[in-house]
């Protein structure tokens, strides 16, 4: 199972907003498991303390923009793409304005900085959310789209098209996380020519220039007119016949603008909550539809808050049912697990197969039959000792016995047919032969039954 990350040290960054123009500073640092991410407005009084996630994005307009507690920040999405794709969970972000310094346009500045100062491993399990159907999200004005897939791991393919004969179409694919920091983090954000007045006109991009964005000229205007834009961005005027990219820094791939959609992608999905397994595919994405993605994935997650375990049933047993005889002590009819699919140092996936042929349905009931409650939970609890005894030395002299039952919870009927997935972990560490333990039964996706136990293991005389 892969730990929650954070940061080993803070680090700062400095420079100018790319909205405001104001000379702004930010600070990364570490923070407890299970915190997330947040970012403080420190220059406001109180310094209040915004929860980045999606359901507080006000503003999607050149940049992803959140609120809360009378605090906003802006242009949040480089900085948190790089903390997503480097794996780190939780971290306290403080900025001393309204926006995160623009730097170069890209998210490399700040993974360097992450790599400079190292991550840790907490002792928290991340908590990924995996995608086992289809999701999508549609606009049909403007013919966006984002679709998310199964996939083992997060990975994303972006295409995107413009009226445009500089960039028509292009299209960028990042398979592997690791590979950000090469193939994706210095890509830089792009604005074209004809939208730099609307933006101006706006109130935006006061801080923008050529260090810190491409700029894509690709309709001809007069010359008179290209040059009035040549002053606002402060460089030489230019030949208003020639189309093409205006920038001091070349490209650094031919389809940058792609890879930059790309990071926006990633920045903006970080507000999500939680780490997912899938496979991202964005059609012309933009701030507002990733948004309203990552919107319809919380609503995902709260609905499928607890989520089934993965079970293939091609693949071997981690045990089987004779290593479950050598650790457990009951029998037919009594043994009410059929195998163990996965095992960690605090968790166990077991199986029940619940057939026409258990015993417990010639009483319960003759004409409905139905497993009972109490068994659910004794299965549960089996397959928890099984947890327990694994771990110990000559499991075989040891047995395991409920002390205490709470919070048990029956939300659906279990009938033969059914195949019963067992998720039990540990609540705390074992400590003079007491365990606590939070267990979950599932039929397909759904929560059949739920419950916390204590139990005492005691050596057999």
Known sequence: MLKQKTLKDSFSLSGKGLHTGLNLSVTFNPAPENYGYKIQRTDLEGQPIIDAVADHVVDTTRGTLIAQNGAKVSTIEHGMAALYALGIDNCLIQVDGPEFPILDGSAQYYV???????????????DFYIIKSKIEFRDETTGSSIIVLPDERFSLNVLVSYDSNIIPNQFATLEDMAKFKDEIAASRTFVFVR?????????????????????????????????????????????????????????????????????DVIGDLALIGKPIKGRIIATRP???????????MRKEIRLHEIQAPVYDCSRPPIMDVNRIRELLPHRYPFQLVDKVIEIGANYIVGVKNVT???PFFQGHFPQEPVMPGVLQIEAMAQVGGLLVLNSVDEPERYSTYFLKIDGVKFRQKVVPGDTLLFRVELMAPIRRGISTMKGYVFVGEKVVCEAEFMAQIVKNK
Not at 224 to 238: Q, W
Not at 240 to 245: E, F, N, S, T, V
Not at 286 to 296: D, E, L, V
Request: charged share 30%; aromatic share 6%.
């Open 112 to 126: 360097n900085e992450i790599e400079r100062v190292g991550t840790v491993e907490q002792n928290a399990v991340k």
């Open 286 to 296: 933009g701030h507002t539809i990733n948004n309203k993605f990552a919107r319809q």
């Open 356 to 358: 026409s042929n258990e």
């Open 195 to 263: 939208e730099i007045e609307p933006l101006l006109q706006a109130g935006l991009i006061k801080g923008g220039d050529l260090d810190n964005a491409i700029v894509i000229y690709e309709r001809e205007m007069s010359q008179e007119s290209f040059d009035k834009l040549a002053d606002v961005m402060k460089v030489p005027h230019m030949d208003a016949r020639h189309l093409g990219y205006i920038n001091h820094k070349p490209l650094v791939w031919p389809n940058e603008c792609a890879r930059h959609k790309l990071l």
